[in-house]
């Protein structure tokens, strides 16, 4: 046997899909949405749409007002009956099961707490109703109170609690029954933004201490971006991209995710060739209407010479400077700032190009300084690298 034959090939890494687990093809779903559908009178709220949901997951529902998000969400309570289709949860399909039947609870936007109840009352009410033993109650409060770190707070009324105390007694209530999976509309809505962000990481570390399968259903795509394993954008009843929030974010499908999940600037061209690079990947050059500005970009599309498509940049990746800068792969206008905002980390411009077109940049403010550095009417350059272009076929 020789050299070559006597080694044995190479053993490749075994993928951990604990993180990922839609990304494992031996991996079952937790819940299943099939098919399903929601029709009032002449308007259908939620239109045949299908979705398989992990365990462990904390999966969020992005979209605007009446796209259909909170439907969704109060068919999987049980809230709502479906016109069409199923929900199957661990296996079982719920779909005529009533709300009380149902491996599920759900945290309202409004928390709903009991005023006249206590802190430890309002979180063993679901328990009581259950007739479980006092012994089992109040262990199970007495758990829950820590993991929230409410139990220096067990006695008070929800009249002496701020908004994020009332929203963790809110949470404990829904998670103490210990349900398969936690269904949360609009969570954080009703707190301060600065409150709001720190109780985003709260609801994701207690989350993760749990395992439990969180739902969140959100307008606000920055909480979404923040609570999200994976995001499900939502439309006139439909899903129009689900994926990671750096998958959604940085890889929009089409011009509506763009648009929707975060800000973005967004240009008209007209594609004047594509070379494909690989099986994947084409790279194209389009020129903007107004001005005939050549932008090369990559995408994953078939675009044709004279095809007509949208060119996006966000804005923190553009670059902003009072000299002309200088690149083989960058694409460079100009323009005179007309609005600017300081936010102390960071610095919004609003710059109106020579062709009339207003650009937003975000630039990180590096150096603390006593002055902007740059004023109102200044003449600024804007330069964006090819790789920063988003290609966007619809």
Not at 52 to 68: A, K, P
Request: charged share 25%; glycine share 6%; net charge negative.
């Amino acid at each position: 046997m020789t050299a070559a034959t006597d080694k044995e090939a190479p053993k490749l890494p075994e993928t951990d899909f604990t993180e990922t687990p839609w990304l494992d093809p031996q991996a079952a779903p937790f819940i299943q949405i099939k098919s399903l559908s929601k029709e009032f009178d002449d308007f259908t709220a939620v239109d045949s749409i299908s979705l398989d949901i992990y365990q462990g997951e904390l999966f969020t529902i992005l979209g605007g007002s009446g796209c259909g998000k909170s439907t969704l969400l109060r068919m999987l309570a049980g809230f709502e009956n479906p016109s069409a289709g199923q929900i199957i949860i661990d296996g079982v399909d719920i779909s005529d099961l009533p709300a009380y039947d149902r491996p599920v609870n759900m945290m309202f936007q409004s928390y709903a707490v009991f005023p006249h109840m206590t802190v430890a009352q309002n979180i063993a009410y679901g328990l009581k109703k259950d007739r479980l033993p006092n012994a089992e109650i109040n262990s199970r409060v007495q758990e829950m109170l820590e993991l929230v770190q409410l139990q220096d707070l067990a006695a008070r009324k929800p009249k002496q609690l701020s908004g994020g105390q009332c929203q963790r007694v809110a949470l404990a209530r829904a998670l103490i029954k210990r349900p398969k999976v936690l269904l949360l509309d609009e969570p954080l809505a009703a707190l301060d933004k600065k409150l709001r962000e720190q109780t985003q990481f709260e609801l994701i570390n207690l989350q993760h201490k749990l395992g439990t399968t969180f739902i969140v259903v959100t307008h606000d795509q920055e909480e979404a971006m923040t609570l999200s394993s994976r995001v499900a954008v939502m439309d006139a009843g439909r899903f129009v991209q689900i994926g990671t929030p750096l998958e959604v974010y940085e890889f929009p499908l089409n011009r509506f995710v763009a648009d929707f999940f975060g800000t973005i600037n967004l240009f008209d061209a007209t594609v004047t060739s594509s070379v494909q690079v690989d099986s994947c990947t084409h790279t194209i050059e389009a020129a903007l209407d107004k001005t005939g500005t050549l932008v090369k970009a990559d995408c994953s599309h078939q675009l044709n010479q004279g095809d007509i498509i949208s060119i996006g940049v966000r804005p923190e990746k553009l670059s902003i400077s009072q000299k002309k800068p200088r690149g083989k792969n960058l694409t460079i206008t100009n323009g005179i700032v007309e609005d600017l905002a300081y936010y102390g980390n960071r610095s919004i411009y609003r710059v109106r190009s020579h062709s009339g077109r207003m650009i937003q940049v975000s630039a990180q403010n590096f150096q603390r300084t006593k002055e902007l550095v740059l004023e109102w009417d200044d003449q600024v350059y804007l330069s964006w690298d090819s790789s920063c272009s988003v290609v966007l076929p619809e």
